[in-house]
């Protein structure tokens, strides 16, 4: 099955094609609209496109994506993500997903954010899901720990009461003046670092509940600064907070994603979002579910797919499309809130 | 009406937030400064729950935007529907908030909006906006507000 994905539920604007068969998805092709040259595509007549002006960069998007074919492909089913995000943007993905799935004749799926970093680790990847499955859905605006019985089918386990583990990177980052996207920069100031040379909290580590919190990690990373009269534009001394901040963020996330892991007695541990490209908390889940979850298998999406993209759409519009789960074109609606469990 | 205060707990920060949220009557902005950790999200937080908002208010730095239904049946009785808790943090110019929706936000009788980070979108803060000013006190659990009202 060939499935388009369209993604605009915040920042980017994203278009994929994807195959699905047999439970296994793989990508054909896919498009962000800060890769391809709008200008060049509207023929001039849109100048510059803003962040999250969809509107403008949607149908070139799709237009461009269909003719890397020199024959349009045919194409199954239409996903995009109705929510969770911000209303105007989402609905320029929804409203262009209805017309191109009514001109088509082709079913329409409709697939959450969150479902779509989910399915993140399921593109190019051969096993089947084996469930229960625990996922991990970790970026700058989102962490959440879901436990999928089946596919379409779940439970929130936990979620940050705050700010998000990505949030948490950013401005900490900030703080160190290393620049954005903060998560990376503060991997690669962390490699020459010692995460042990600053004490920082683990929030909520020992709750006997699944649930985060970051912004006390935060602002104990600003008090440590301000208290110890850190020169942070000195390198080492870069590193060797980017180091501890980062253990400790990684330590909470899999602490308490391991115990939930325990408990529900999983078969596949699934991570998804921007933060699941970061390499130590890599390192950590693989170590750590090879010594405490034998036999459980770890996914960890290719690192293309962790940030916000469409082919996690289209690869979860798959699962649902081959169930036949199928919304009518005059029954989507973009739903700002629209909470997966 | 410019107030300053010392707020030394999370209880305090409540109250206040709770002595500001009798205080509106709909189609306010509540425009929020202060630096990383001085307690702008934590006051918002205060401020939802003396609405009766259930739904727990997380960062909205990533996703800009968040509404939350007001509570029903809240005593003293609130005459606005929703809270609009927007997060100018990631953002380089006012036409990117305008550009989600804010627009229809500001100034809405059924809306209470409060903007953080607002020193960076000075152009969309209303004339009359409430502006509270948050600041790191002098250990790490206190917190100086001004509160200044025209």
Redesign the interface.
Known sequence: MRILGIETS?DETAVALVEGKNGRVRELESLVASQIDIHAATGGVVPEV????HVSAIIPLVSTLLGKWSKRPNIDAVAVTAG??????LMVGVETAKALAFAWGVPLVRVNHIEGHLYSSAINFDAPIKFPALALIV???HTELILMKSHGSYRLIG??????A??CF??TA??MGLGYPGGPAIAKAALGGDPCTYVLPRPMLNEKNFDFSF?GL??AV??TI??KHLAVEDPKIAANLSASTQAAIVEVLVEKTIRAALKFKIKTFIVGGGVAGNDALRAALVSRVKNNLPGVALRLPQKRYSTDNAVMIAAAGYFHAAKKDFISPLKIKAD??WELV | MKKNLTIKSVREMNSFAFAVARSLKGGETLALTGELGAGKTAFVKGLAKALGIKQVVQSPTFLLMKCYPIGKNQEPRINFQALCHVDAYRIKNGRELLAIGLGEKIGNPQTVTVIEWANLVPELIPKNAIKIKFEHGRNDTERIVSINHS
């Open positions: 915040c803003a962040a999250r002006e969770p995000g911000l209303f105007s943007s970026s700058g605006g979620r940050t009461k705050d700010d998000a990505g949030e950013d401005k900030q703080m912004s935060k602002t600003l008090y301000r208290n700002p809130n």
